[in-house]
């Protein structure tokens, strides 16, 4: 006996629609992905077929990439090759402090014939790597914009290359590139100079500051000498740096950070504070005398001990020949010192004839 079933009668068929979740939920994206996720999008557009995977990929990684790195303000895509630098600006509480500024390089397709572009944009990413480090505020924008600058100017020569425009002079499509990032360069080394003159002075001021409220108050319980003359030594050290600033001859060793710098400035006073104190004890102790009239009066060489503790201060130079000066006069003075013995002494006769005195007396 055969089962009769009666058929079911049919359904519409739903249709479920499965939503790719973006990359950025499950790992940071890089730079490298958002080009090759441009490039696949930009490939299709230029076929004339509208590929919405690829658009709606790219999208999503360039919201994520720039929800970690910071918006793109500047960025040059090569055309027939998955390449590109970008610049980004990321805002810091809120756009109150300076935003953070990162250059962003994929150029291995594009340079792999061209080790003279490759060679220069390595020279790029290092510049951008101490702008980032060592810059701050508007010198750290100026430098960035110059490094993406050139290492756009040398990409779209790769570029132009990819598309069969062979260029018969390739040195000289470069060499205007290589002098921009040599420009660069000395912009950076500049700026970084003079960031560093401003915290190397704000060390200096900060421990002269700190030694004359002490030693202000020392001063006005007592007078001491060293303690006026270690003042004077440190104020003399701050004009001499502001001095040589002034005049462009102060360099700094400005890749070894802020902290470091700082600890520098705050020694320079303390340097020159100490051989004002030891030209002041040179005084005092009557190796040296000072260049005043005996008759002044205690003010007065209070007066000229500060000015010569200044002058210490303000050239070290000076006060290392001063305080060697010293060392021969010292030696003279204890060589003269030293009692003659080999002299036999003589005395004077009534008659007036000197005679030799003998040291053993005859026997009688």
């Known amino acids: 006996m055969t089962e009769v079933a009666q058929p079911l009668a049919p359904t519409s068929a739903e ?5 790719a979740q973006p990359e950025s939920d499950l790992h940071a994206v890089s730079f490298s992905e958002l080009v090759y996720a441009h490039f696949d999008w930009w490939r299709s557009r230029q076929s004339g077929a509208t590929d919405e995977v690829a658009a709606r990929r790219y999208d999503a990684c360039r919201v994520a990439f720039e929800a970690r790195h910071g918006e793109i303000v500047r960025v040059y895509w090569c055309s027939d090759v998955a390449s590109a630098v970008a610049l980004t600006e990321k805002k810091r509480l809120g756009g109150h402090r300076t935003p953070a500024w990162g250059f962003h390089r994929e150029t291995d397709i594009a340079t792999q014939t061209s080790p003279d ?3 220069e944009l390595h020279r790029c990413d290092e510049l951008a790597v101490r702008a980032e480090t060592v810059l701050t505020g508007v010198r750290q924008r100026i430098c960035m914009q110059l490094v993406v600058a050139a290492a756009t100017h040398l ?13 018969a002079a390739r ?3 470069l060499a205007p590139e290589h002098s921009a990032i040599n420009k660069a360069e000395a912009y950076y080394r500049e700026a970084a100079n003079g960031q560093a003159q401003m915290t190397y002075f704000g060390g200096m001021a900060a421990v002269a500051v700190a030694l004359s409220v002490i030693a202000g108050v020392w001063l006005a319980i007592d007078w001491a000498s060293p303690v ?13 740096v502001i001095q040589r600033i002034n005049n462009g001859k102060f360099t700094l060793e400005y890749d070894v950070g802020s902290p470091y710098t700082f600890f520098l400035g705050g020694l320079r006073p303390l340097i020159g504070g100490a051989f004002a104190m030891a030209i002041s004890f040179a005084f005092t102790g009557g190796l040296l005398h000072l260049p005043v009239d005996a008759n002044e009066t205690t003010d007065h060489r209070r ?18 020949d001063a305080l060697t000066s010293v060392l021969p006069e010292a030696r003279a003075a204890s060589q003269a010192a030293t009692p003659r013995t080999a002299v036999e002494p003589t005395t004077t006769t009534s008659n007036g004839q000197a005679q030799a005195v003998s ?5 009688s």
Request: hydrophobic letters at 60%.
């Open 117 to 119: 572009i490759a060679a």
């Open 359 to 363: 040291e053993s007396t005859a026997s």
């Open 155 to 167: 990409l779209s020569i790769v570029d132009e290359r990819a598309t069969g425009a062979v260029k």
């Open 228 to 240: 006026a003359a270690l003042v004077a030594g440190a104020v003399g050290a701050v004009v001499s």
């Open 171 to 173: 040195a000289t499509a």
């Open 15 to 19: 249709t479920v629609t499965v939503v």
């Open 303 to 320: 007066l000229a001990l500060l000015v010569l503790s200044f002058m210490a201060g303000f050239s070290e130079r000076w006060a290392q």
